[in-house]
């Protein structure tokens, strides 16, 4: 059955620098997301990705976040300048349209 | 404000006991899923539902629309079915991009 897959499994990072969580999508899915969990709290939406574009983004996806869909099969996510409170663990998932969503197994980030 | 509410939190069960778990929503929704977390982090779907009753194995998802609820049941629950139990809904609101909105899960643990 086809997985959505998610590298790293898991990153450590400095506070501050640049880091790029990567995803690739089931091939005939359409719909594209990120979510994030910090530990011991509620998986909580970032954004939406449809068309090549960002189609809904939460609170938390400030300017320091970006998506890319670089190459039609690829999802990143990137978080511009990383913050202790960016510490989470961030799922990938992926849909054809009002269909079960897939999930990645995370990418947990660790913020030094 | 808490759009979805599970209950219970954490839930101790013998082998062979009927389980269940129950999800409140409130606010319109086009579809409810439930999910599964396991210890290591991935998320896996187990049911999407917009209205009545879903069977997969010994998993029974029910909802009741008029009353904004859920239920996940498990029948002779076993040990391999501990995991962290997730309602997310689809709301309304929610334009075309069908992103989740979570609850905070409800624990299962089974013993032997």
């Known amino acids: 059955e086809p997985e959505v897959t998610q590298t790293p499994s898991h990153q450590v990072t400095q506070m501050g620098q640049e880091v790029i969580l990567r995803c690739v999508p089931i091939?005939?899915?359409?719909?594209f997301y990120w979510y994030r969990q910090i530990l011991g709290q509620k998986v909580e939406f970032l954004v939406s990705?449809?068309?090549?574009?960002?189609?809904?983004k939460s609170e938390i996806f400030d300017d320091q976040f970006s998506v890319e869909r670089p190459d039609g099969s690829n999802f990143t996510l990137k978080i511009r300048s990383t913050k202790l409170e960016d510490s989470a663990m961030y799922f990938c998932?992926?849909?054809?349209?009002?269909?079960?969503?897939?999930f990645g197994d995370g990418t947990r980030l660790s913020i030094l | 404000k808490n759009e979805v509410e599970q209950s219970p939190q954490n839930l101790t069960a013998q082998e062979g006991e009927f389980i269940t778990i129950n999800c409140s929503y409130s606010?319109?929704?086009?579809?409810l899923h439930w999910l599964q977390q396991h210890p290591g982090g991935g998320i896996v779907s187990l049911f999407m539902?917009?209205?009545g009753k879903k069977k997969h194995g010994r998993l029974i998802a029910t909802i009741n629309i008029q009353e904004k609820h859920s239920s996940l049941h498990i029948t002779a629950s076993h040990p391999r079915d501990s995991a962290v139990y997730i309602c997310?809904?689809?709301?309304?609101?929610?334009?075309?991009?069908?992103?989740?909105?979570f609850g905070k899960g409800t624990l299962l643990t089974v013993n032997p």
């Open positions: 998932a992926s849909t054809v349209s009002n269909q079960p969503q897939h």
């Open positions: 539902l917009s209205s």
């Open positions: 606010v319109g929704i086009s579809a």
């Open positions: 091939s005939n899915h359409l719909y």
């Open positions: 997310a809904v689809i709301l309304h609101s929610g334009g075309s991009n069908y992103k989740l909105t």
């Open positions: 990705f449809y068309n090549n574009e960002i189609s809904e």
